[in-house]
Each structure stands twice: as structure tokens, then as C-alpha cells.
């Protein structure tokens, strides 16, 4: 058993976190996805713990638990919608760095689709999953609402629409087109936006120093 830390600037604090990228069901055995490892998220959970927190990991990748963390395993956006929703009315820190898909097949396919013989092209309908973020911001009272934004171009103008178009109080955005940043790789390089404040840009850190930046951030956020 795990003992949870009794000392720390985040005891009593509830987090959730959530990491990696949906799997979107196609047929029984393939399914729609994207580059997220999880690491980012993992990192977080594990610095937010760290400092007392309790913290609730919702992911969709199997990377070994952190100390002092529960792991709510989901698949695809309606799940992971679903489980933060149980908890977010207690939470004061919900964190998504889970990069979830937009869109999600229109059928789930019972059995495996065939490659027809007279068809050399095929056609997958999709339909838009919902904005967790936008969703969760209409029931919002004390949460804090972090996001992440991973862009491959006009970084900091994308960015600066999703935190207000998103309601959030801070918004980590995520320079993916760089080698030592984003999907993946154990170093990232972040802009940290918040309203009414001017973009922070972080040096490259490793995604476990930078968590713990992070989260000292968010600490600060809650006095
Ligand atoms: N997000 C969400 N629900 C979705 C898609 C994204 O809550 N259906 C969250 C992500 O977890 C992330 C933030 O919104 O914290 C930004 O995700 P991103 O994919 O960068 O933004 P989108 O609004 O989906 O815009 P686009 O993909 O077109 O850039
Ligand atoms: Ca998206």
C-alpha cells in the first residue's frame, strides 16, 4: 500500500489529469489515433502527487502508475469525457494534456471490415466528438482549467484562441513540428499562456522537470 503524502503545498487539493491519445473504434480490430505517448500527462500526475495532491490519472496508455496516483483506464473521447465528469465537481485542478481525437467513426463496424475485391478506395464517415474542455466550462465553479495546445504552425495566435475560446485559465502550447518538443520524445518546449498575463515561453526541458515547473505555476494559481 501506498501512503499518501501528508506534507506539501498541494495536500487536500484534489487533481485529474488526463493522458494520451483517444482510440477511436473503427471495427473490432482497428481503431483511429494519434502520436500522444502519455508522458506529459504521467509527468504532471506524478508532480502534482509529489506535493501532496490527490490525484486521479484518466488515460488511455498503460505507462507504470506514479506514487500516490489512481489510474482510470478509457479509450476513446466519450469515455474520457465521462470519467472526468464523475469527479469534476470536487476537483480544484483538472489538467488535459490527453490529445483527443475530433473526430470519431460515425459506425462502430461489429465485425472486422473486409478489403472488397472491387474496390480500390473506401470511404470512412466521421462525426465530431465533444469538446471535453468546452463542455466541462459550463458547469465550472472553482476548478482550474488547464489545457494544451499542440500546433505546427502560428503557435502562439492558435494558442491565445483556444484559451479564450475554451474559457481556461491556463493553456500550455506545444510547438509538435520540433524534433525535441511535443509527441513522443521525453523533452518539450512550452509557451505558457494565462489571461491577462503575457506568454511565458519556457526553455526545452525534460517533461519531468517541466511538470514540476508546471505545477508550481498551478500552486501559485490556487492562493
Ligand atoms: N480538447 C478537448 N476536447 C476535444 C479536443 C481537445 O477537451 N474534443 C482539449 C485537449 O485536451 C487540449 C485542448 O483541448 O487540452 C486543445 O486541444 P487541441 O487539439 O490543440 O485543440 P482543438 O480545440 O481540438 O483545435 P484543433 O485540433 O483544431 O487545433
Ligand atoms: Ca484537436
Known amino acids: 500500500t501506498y501512503w499518501a503524502k501528508v506534507t506539501g503545498p498541494l495536500v487536500g487539493r484534489r487533481f485529474l489529469v488526463t493522458a ?25 500526475a506524478a508532480a502534482a502527487a509529489d506535493q501532496g495532491a490527490t490525484v486521479t490519472l484518466v488515460s488511455t496508455v498503460a505507462l507504470p502508475t506514479p506514487a ?14 465521462a470519467a472526468i465528469q464523475t469527479h469534476f465537481a470536487d476537483l480544484d485542478v483538472l489538467i488535459m494534456a490527453a490529445a483527443i481525437a475530433d473526430f470519431r467513426p460515425a459506425q462502430v463496424a461489429d465485425q472486422k471490415i473486409k478489403k472488397t475485391v472491387d ?4 470511404t470512412l464517415a466521421l462525426v465530431k466528438n465533444p469538446d471535453v474542455l468546452q463542455t466541462l466550462a459550463q458547469t ?8 494544451f495546445a499542440a500546433e505546427t504552425q502560428n503557435l502562439l495566435a492558435n494558442a491565445q484562441q ?40 519556457l526553455p526545452t526541458l525534460a517533461k519531468t522537470v ?8 498551478i500552486t501559485e494559481k490556487l492562493k
Open 20 to 44: 494520451g491519445g483517444t482510440k477511436e473504434r473503427i471495427d473490432p480490430v482497428r481503431f483511429i489515433s494519434n502520436d500522444s505517448s502519455g508522458k506529459m500527462g504521467y509527468a504532471l
Open 68 to 81: 500516490g496516483v489512481t489510474v482510470v483506464s478509457v479509450s476513446d473521447a466519450r469515455e474520457m469525457l
Open 119 to 122: 474496390n480500390d478506395e473506401m
Open 140 to 147: 465550472k465553479k472553482q476548478q482550474l482549467m488547464v489545457g
Open 162 to 201: 483556444k484559451l479564450t475560446k475554451k474559457r481556461l485559465d491556463m493553456l500550455i502550447a506545444n510547438d509538435v513540428a520540433r524534433a525535441d518538443s511535443g509527441f513522443g520524445v521525453d523533452t518539450n518546449q512550452v509557451t505558457v499562456l494565462q489571461p491577462g498575463h503575457a506568454p511565458e515561453q
Open 210 to 217: 517541466l511538470a514540476k515547473r508546471l505545477i508550481e505555476m
